[in-house]
T-cell receptor, first 113, second 113 residues
Framework: DAGITQSPRHKVTETGTPVTLRCHQT?????MYWYRQDPGHGLRLIHY???????DKGEVSDGYSVSRSKTEDFLLTLESATSSQTSVYFC????????????FGSGTRLTVV | GENVEQHPSTLSVQEGDSAVIKCTYS??????FPWYKQELGKRPQLIID?????GEKKDQRIAVTLNKTAKHFSLHITETQPEDSAVYFC????????????FGQGTRLTINP
């Protein structure tokens, strides 16, 4: 499938612990995004990146941070996980100019207990 | 910011009939409108998209129409088949570097044999 992978696929963590999700692409795309998917809310943008070390906030960024030290990797960190962050997290990539839409990763199901 | 509303939230149709899903958006500057299909437990996948300089686009059994004046766009699926059962998401964005798609809440489409 498309050259984008997420890890881990599933994770259960305790409230208050830090969690890092990884997104890795082999497409050399400039733009990378993190979304969360919750019933009744569709997909909501958390953070996005427009280049190495260039990131910005999305609609629901509180409690999350990101880093992009290489073109191919985009990390999402929950500094201190809360139960409200239980969700499915999707990473996406897009090329220059939005000519081809997003390609999504397979998602990470995160449960905070 | 942009807000996208999608209706209905669930839709059930007989196999062979047509299905229509509607979305409205709020930001008149939005110029890119993709539709994604998400099967159970899978990643969202782009099925069709339209830009604001086009009123309608077709791809086999699916079509999308756009009314810029009314700020709404619709997905039409004809001759529905069981494999069309999925959750469908509309989205809107401005093509200007990073896409930053804003998604609707999703429509669960069920095709009854």
């Amino acid at each position: 499938d498309a050259g984008i992978t997420q890890s881990p696929r599933h994770k259960v963590t305790e409230t208050g612990t830090p969690v890092t999700l990884r997104c890795h692409q082999t497409e050399n795309h400039r733009y990378m995004y993190w979304y969360r998917q919750d019933p009744g809310h569709g997909l909501r943008l958390i953070h996005y990146s427009y280049g190495v070390k260039d990131t910005d906030k999305g609609e629901v960024s509180d409690g999350y941070s990101v880093s992009r030290s290489k073109t191919e990797d985009f990390l999402l960190t929950l500094e201190s996980a809360t139960s409200s962050q239980t969700s499915v997290y999707f990473c996406a990539i897009s090329g220059t100019g939005g000519l081809s839409g997003y390609t999504f990763g397979s998602g990470t199901r995160l449960t905070v207990v | 910011g942009e807000n996208v509303e999608q209706h209905p939230s669930t839709l059930s149709v007989q196999e062979g009939d047509s299905a229509v899903i509607k979305c409205t958006y709020s930001d008149s500057a939005s110029n890119y409108f993709p539709w994604y299909k998400q099967e159970l437990g899978k990643r969202p996948q782009l099925i069709i998209d339209i830009r604001s300089n086009v009123g309608e686009k077709k791809d086999q059994r699916i079509a999308v129409t756009l009314n810029k004046t009314a700020k709404h766009f619709s997905l039409h699926i004809t001759e529905t088949q069981p494999e069309d059962s999925a959750v469908y998401f509309c989205a809107a964005s401005i093509i200007q570097g990073a896409q930053k798609l804003v998604f609707g809440q999703g429509t669960r489409l069920t095709i009854n044999p």
